[in-house]
């Protein structure tokens, strides 16, 4: 028998190293995250392994799983509790050690095992930790799975099948190095940044770019958990604006950051412009159609409203759905319509055959984009750029706001936009003529001009973004209307940047 795990201890007692300890809402809506040691413990961690395992026997899918663990000082012990709870349960353990989160991903291919469970806490800030999984590659747990994994570890609901096994898979980065590089080196040495923000990609975005025939000037590549300059995260302002620095000091040609666990690329082209991650996503999808015409792409609601109004991708035939923001989600409705891409405005890009396997991999979208790049060698980055329509766009701003009450606002903000738009009211002075309600809702005037609202999936936050194609004013003119709905519910924290 295995305790139920209880909600909270009080660390440096009998009682923490004697119970497991998990809040309920570390389970999100395609993965687990919680503050390591306030929020979970490593007994929580052995338990969490334990219902990983019984999930899997429970879908009949073979006992087999790949485990790796993300460059945090903590990372490597929670790991081993994880492992210890999947072979209590009997499942056989692929431990393929340090890794990124799409190493994992590629290695339920490479070594053919069904299920993966990746120790990271993404571009978390040190002091969180999580789980990403999945038993059906290339997808990820969605809220079904979450939900029933949740259940079985809060209710110690655990299907013991004998002991399981352990082999730790040696060389693995050697392996998926090897996929990386075994094509066309690029026809010039195009002269990039790749900032890794001390975090787990600097152990392999360098050499990988390097053999591809890319001219590589690392920054802040040295792997080192306290993370000194920058919390490793592409969307971060801080980490773009020293790539930005970074690539006008050595006139690089384009800059790309990866974040903490390598699942993910940020772009400055070589004029220190930061191009947020959807606009990107146009200018790939716009290459992407011209070599394969009338191409299907899905983009979360978070990104551009370009996907369906640029003019070059409608000349290539080019489709895109918008969905639900979450890389469990766009991948599997990737899977689903067998886009050839999909596209996260966090800079999630999912690359289906005949480029990818279907997984999110930072690498494979720095690929990409230098690819893109040798295609047009009379075209800069910034020219690239220049030649999308102009859109005013925020970053993702997140303002503080309680996991426990999260959902609930959303839903006031949904139902007071439909009231707004029910009655003919304005906002920011125009009228509402779309809600998009597939993930909180994403209100659209009659110009173009948008804001989003809606719960993040992995921290206490909302989540918050406007575009206008019509002009900055409008961008500022939205956001304080946006703004202004949220304020009406006092539980809504500060913002961690505005525009």
């Not at 900032?195 to 890319?214: K, Q």
């Not at 936050?461 to 939205?478: K, T």
Request: charged fraction near 25%; glycine fraction near 10%.
């Amino acid at each position: 028998m295995f305790p139920k795990p209880v909600p909270f201890l009080k660390a440096n007692t009998f009682e923490y190293e004697s119970a497991p300890m998990v809040k309920p809402t570390g389970f999100r809506e395609y993965d687990a995250r919680w503050l390591f040691e306030k929020e979970i413990n490593l007994m929580g961690m052995q338990a969490l392994g334990m219902g990983i395992g019984t999930l899997i026997h429970e879908r009949g899918v073979r006992p087999d799983i790949v485990v790796g663990h993300d460059f945090r000082g903590y990372s490597a012990s929670i790991k081993m509790a994880v492992i210890n709870g999947l072979m209590a349960v009997g499942i056989n353990v692929h431990d393929i050690g340090l890794a990124l989160s799409p190493m994992a991903y590629f290695a339920q291919f490479a070594l053919d095992v069904p299920a993966v469970a990746m120790i990271t806490a993404s571009h978390n800030d040190n002091g969180w930790t999580g789980v990403k999984m999945g038993i059906d590659r290339p997808l990820t747990f969605g809220p079904d799975e979450m939900g029933r994994l949740k259940d079985i570890v809060l209710e110690a609901q655990f299907i013991v099948k004998g002991s399981g096994s352990y082999r730790f898979v040696e060389n693995f980065p050697e392996v998926y190095f090897n996929d990386l590089t075994n094509r066309a080196k690029l026809k010039r040495p195009i002269k990039v940044v790749a900032a890794c923000g001390n975090g787990t990609a600097g152990a392999f975005a360098p050499r990988i770019l390097s053999a591809l025939g890319a001219d590589v000037i690392p920054l802040d590549t040295e792997l080192d958990h306290t993370f000194p300059r920058y919390n490793p995260n592409p969307e971060d302002m801080k980490m773009l604006h020293a790539l930005r620095d970074k690539v006008m000091e050595t006139g690089a040609e384009v800059g790309l950051g990866f974040d903490g666990d390598g699942d993910r690329c940020g772009v400055v082209d070589n004029e220190g412009e930061e191009i947020f991650a959807d606009k990107v996503g146009v200018m790939l999808a716009r290459d992407i159609s011209a070599l394969y015409p009338n191409s299907q792409f899905v983009v979360d609601v978070k990104s551009t409203g370009l996907f369906n109004t640029d003019p070059v991708l409608q000349a290539n035939g080019a489709k895109t759905d918008y969905f639900k923001t979450g890389h469990s989600y766009i991948k599997r409705r990737v899977t689903e319509l067998k886009a050839i891409v999909g596209f996260e405005k966090s800079g999630h890009y999912f690359f289906n055959a005949p480029i990818g396997r279907g997984y999110d991999d930072g690498l494979v979208s720095a690929i990409a984009i230098l690819d893109m790049l040798d295609r047009n060698p009379d075209k800069t980055m910034a020219d690239l750029r220049r030649d999308l329509p102009k859109t005013w766009g925020s970053p993702t701003m997140s303002p503080h706001c309680d996991d426990e009450i999260k959902y609930g606002i959303v839903d006031k903000v949904v139902a007071r936009f439909k009231d707004m738009q029910a009655k003919g009211e304005k906002i920011a002075g125009h009228p509402i003529t779309d809600l998009i309600t597939v993930n909180g809702v994403r209100v659209v005037t009659d110009d173009g001009t948008w804001g989003l609202v809606r719960a993040s999936s992995n921290k206490p936050e909302l989540v918050v973004v406007i575009e206008s194609p019509a002009s900055e004013e409008r961008l500022h003119a939205m956001f304080k209307a946006v703004d202004g709905v949220l304020r009406e519910n006092p539980e809504v924290g500060e913002y961690n940047q505005t525009i």
